[in-house]
């Protein structure tokens, strides 16, 4: 694979292109990418070895790794969740990556999913004073629907203090990480602008939502890093049918006009082939569309986006980046589901590793055609 160019002014983000623009692959999907949860470090070396053998060979561009509080962090240790991996696993990972071409990018969940079920995440279990919600008990026994609309907890965007830890943590991982990007999450969030909250009751959750992105986003480009995130909240779900998930039902979707245009949103629908893209390229805001476990509605996510690109004007074109698949399983389950694709598919049926092979093998399809 010929060597990746990145272009940035000030963080703003052109998609990556190959050098003299020769492969039909990488002019129709300038972006292909996957975004798993980080490794335990017990299984570090088999997911090295899946880097180079699965990944890399099927011409594979973009890693976003999801560390959340799983590494030993040295400004905050007090952060460090269990099995955490050290600068020098991580390491690895960026040495792998280097070598096959891959742009590396971390991610830790920012604003929403501060909980998930029964436990709170390190950043409100060690400071609870950032919790937006107080008031909302963590359960014994965790079931949704609740009376509390209870799905993860959010930290408070105006709390004084939060940004500077918050911010200690992009820091570290960025370098650690050689990242020129920094993926932020901000997916799902339902708590935003309680009226509990004494710092923001009464106020727009559009603007609270949008002042955190320009938050998080001008932090990073003082290092000429690049802002990524999930595009659920900037979508309206009521009307247009979306849903409380893949959209918003809490009136943040007006953030869409009031964001930075060089930050980079990741579409995620995973039971229809939504084409929501459309959306965010023409509002000037540069898309992958996000697959998860439905070979089905991959491949016609892979079909929309290429029909996207060549239907689109040369201004709006250059917003269309291509796909990253999704996983939301341990990094060593999905590698094994891929060895166990390989020996039998038929034990597979709806699968992330197969609906991460249709994505590779339909581009590489629609790039023959040309």
Same mark, same amino acid.
């Given at each position: 694979?010929?060597? *990746?160019?990145?272009?940035?002014?000030?963080?703003?983000?052109?998609?990556?292109?190959? =050098?003299?623009?020769?492969?039909?692959?990488?002019?129709?999907?300038?972006?292909?990418?996957?975004?798993?949860?980080?490794?335990?470090?017990?299984?570090?070396?088999?997911?090295?070895?899946?880097?180079?053998?699965?990944?890399? #060979?099927?011409?594979?561009?973009?890693? *976003?790794?999801? *560390?959340?509080?799983?590494?030993?962090?040295?400004?905050?240790?007090?952060?460090?969740?269990?099995?955490?991996? +050290?600068?020098?696993?991580?390491?690895?990972?960026?040495?792998?990556?280097?070598?096959?071409?891959?742009?590396?990018?971390?991610?830790?969940?920012?604003?929403?999913?501060? +909980?998930?079920?029964?436990?709170?995440?390190?950043?409100? &279990?060690?400071?609870? =004073?950032?919790?937006?919600?107080?008031?909302?008990?963590?359960?014994?026994?965790?079931?949704?629907?609740?009376?509390?609309?209870?799905?993860?907890?959010?930290?408070?965007?105006?709390?004084?203090?939060?940004?500077?830890?918050?911010?200690?943590?992009?820091?570290?991982?960025?370098?650690v990480f050689e990242s020129?990007?920094?993926?932020?999450?901000?997916?799902?969030?339902?708590?935003?602008?309680?009226?509990?909250?004494?710092?923001?009751?009464?106020?727009?959750?559009?603007?609270?939502?949008?002042?955190?992105?320009?938050?998080?986003?001008?932090?990073?480009?003082?290092?000429?890093?690049?802002l990524m995130i999930w595009?659920?909240?900037?979508?309206?779900?009521?009307?247009?049918?979306?849903?409380?998930?893949?959209?918003?039902?809490?009136?943040?979707?007006?953030? *869409?006009?009031?964001?930075?245009?060089?930050?980079?949103?990741?579409?995620?629908?995973?039971?229809?082939?939504?084409?929501?893209?459309?959306?965010?390229?023409?509002?000037?805001?540069?898309?992958?569309?996000?697959?998860?476990?439905?070979?089905?509605?991959?491949?016609?996510?892979?079909?929309?986006?290429?029909?996207?690109?060549?239907?689109?004007?040369? =201004?709006?074109?250059?917003?269309?980046?291509?796909?990253?698949? #999704?996983?939301?399983?341990?990094?060593?389950?999905?590698?094994?589901?891929?060895?166990?694709?390989?020996?039998?598919?038929?034990?597979?049926?709806?699968? =992330?590793?197969?609906?991460?092979?249709?994505?590779?093998?339909?581009?590489? &399809?629609?790039?023959?055609?040309?």
């Amino acid at each position: 694979m010929k060597k *990746i160019v990145f272009v940035f002014l000030l963080g703003f983000y052109l998609v990556p292109s190959m =050098q003299a623009q020769t492969s039909g692959l990488d002019s129709i999907f300038p972006v292909r990418g996957l975004a798993i949860e980080a490794p335990l470090p017990p299984a570090l070396d088999s997911f090295l070895t899946f880097i180079d053998e699965e990944l890399a #060979t099927r011409k594979l561009n973009t890693l *976003i790794l999801r *560390i959340d509080f799983n590494y030993k962090f040295e400004q905050h240790p007090e952060l460090t969740d269990t099995a955490p991996l +050290s600068k020098s696993e991580v390491k690895k990972i960026v040495a792998v990556c280097k070598k096959n071409n891959i742009r590396l990018i971390p991610q830790i969940n920012l604003l929403g999913h501060q +909980s998930w079920a029964t436990h709170l995440g390190k950043l409100l &279990e060690v400071y609870p =004073q950032f919790d937006e919600t107080p008031n909302v008990k963590i359960p014994v026994k965790y079931e949704w629907p609740n009376a509390d609309g209870l799905y993860c907890k959010s930290y408070c965007t105006r709390h004084p203090d939060v940004h500077k830890i918050v911010f200690d943590l992009i820091d570290e991982i960025c370098d650690v990480f050689e990242s020129d990007a920094f993926h932020a999450g901000m997916d799902e969030v339902f708590y935003i602008g309680e009226d509990q909250c004494p710092r923001c009751q009464g106020r727009d959750k559009a603007k609270l939502f949008a002042d955190e992105v320009w938050r998080i986003r001008d932090h990073l480009a003082k290092k000429n890093r690049q802002l990524m995130i999930w595009g659920d909240r900037l979508l309206e779900g009521k009307e247009t049918g979306l849903g409380m998930w893949e959209a918003s039902y809490n009136n943040t979707h007006r953030a *869409i006009d009031m964001i930075p245009k060089d930050v980079f949103i990741c579409d995620w629908h995973y039971e229809r082939p939504d084409k929501t893209a459309v959306i965010f390229a023409n509002k000037g805001l540069t898309v992958a569309t996000a697959p998860w476990r439905r070979p089905d509605i991959t491949t016609q996510q892979v079909v929309d986006m290429a029909q996207f690109r060549k239907d689109a004007t040369p =201004q709006v074109r250059k917003h269309y980046a291509g796909l990253i698949q #999704t996983t939301w399983s341990p990094a060593i389950m999905f590698v094994r589901e891929a060895y166990q694709y390989r020996n039998d598919k038929s034990k597979i049926g709806m699968g =992330q590793w197969a609906s991460f092979v249709r994505m590779i093998d339909r581009m590489n &399809e629609i790039a023959n055609e040309k």
